[in-house]
């Protein structure tokens, strides 16, 4: 499988950067850089997490930090591609 982040999840974890380095601009970078290397696992267990809201997708805890990972899996590409990165407590409900 490769991996993929489509726009709108690299906006995500921009805003994630932008939001933490207000205060700590290294402890940013390590946030943002775990949450990449955490989504390599996805390479090796596509199937990782459980059904998300949207249909076709799934949803995982990043171990060890408070945010979510949206992907989907397009097996006919060979393709995992990571669609949303969301704040465990941020409103579901946004508009696309």
Partial sequence: M????D?????????????IARDSPATARS???RLFSSTELLISFP???????????L????PRLP????????????LVIVTAVLHGAQDRGREE
């Fill in 7 to 19: 726009d709108q999840a690299l906006d995500d974890i921009d805003n994630i950067f932008e939001w």
């Fill in 47 to 57: 199937l990782m997490g459980h059904a998300g809201q949207d249909p076709g997708t």
């Fill in 2 to 5: 490769r991996l993929v982040f």
């Fill in 67 to 78: 945010y979510v990972v949206v992907d989907e899996v397009d097996r006919s590409l060979d």
């Fill in 59 to 62: 949803e995982w805890v990043v």
């Fill in 31 to 33: 946030i943002v850089d």
